[in-house]
Structures are given as C-alpha cells and as structure tokens.
C-alpha cells in the first residue's frame, strides 16, 4: 500500500466524505457524497494518476443524440468528462489527477465536480433512458 493511497483515504476522511468499500492490494476505494448525489464513485490510485469514475448510466438501445450532447455537456464541466467504457454499454463520469502533487481541494473540487454535473444534467440524461 503506497503512502499516496494512505494520503488520498486521509483527505477523503477530512471530508467527511464515507468510503464504502475499499480494495488496499488494487488500491482503489469505493466512497458515497450523498449531499452532492455522488454515489459509488471510484477512485483508484493508478500511479502516476489518481482515477476517479463514476457510473452514470447505461447507453440506451437507441440513444438518439446522446453522444453529440455528451460532448456538448462536456464543454460546460468543470472537471473530468462524461466518457464511454470500452464496450461502449456504460455512460461513466471520469477525471484523472496527478497524483505526485495531489492536493485536498483538488480532489474535493473533482467531486464537487461531479456532484455538479449530476446536479445539472441528471434529469437530461435520464430522459435518454426513457425514450
């Protein structure tokens, strides 16, 4: 277990930020913002970057438009990107830091981030699923 794992788990902790499942060999942790509907949010210490994904969705049969206003919801963010998996089956959020000279306020910024992106285009892109 690197010290920077140890270091990411501290800031979290400073947050008040619960992690809910952790894996100290892979070195990732499993955390729940709920105050800005973070839920199962991944952050995984893949040296030289710190990894934070989050599942958003399932790409719907016929997604329409989907991937064009992906971009487009792209350019209003923050931090991080809405992205595809590599099976192109799941709509994640991702954002990577360099984990070398990790702050806490950027990792709090990164989820903040998120907790912002879901606040502003969570209602749009569950309509996606109900077409």
């Known amino acids: 277990m690197s010290d920077k794992f140890e270091l990411v788990k501290s800031y ?3 947050m008040d930020i619960p992690i809910v499942s952790e894996d100290p060999a892979e070195e990732l942790v499993v955390v729940d913002d ?13 040296a030289p970057l710190l990894v934070l994904e989050q599942v958003i969705m399932e790409v719907p049969s016929s997604p329409g438009d989907l991937y064009k206003r992906l ?4 350019r209003e963010l923050v931090h991080g990107a809405f992205v595809m998996d590599e099976e192109a089956r799941l709509i994640l959020f991702r954002n990577t830091l360099q984990l070398e000279n990790l702050d806490r306020n950027e990792l709090e910024a990164s989820i903040q981030a ?5 606040a502003e285009f969570s209602s749009e892109l569950i309509s996606y699923v109900q077409q």
């Open 12 to 14: 979290l902790l400073d």
């Open 34 to 46: 709920e105050d800005n509907g973070v839920k199962n949010l991944v952050i995984d210490c893949e």
């Open 71 to 74: 971009l487009q919801m792209n």
């Open 114 to 118: 998120l907790g912002m992106a879901l």
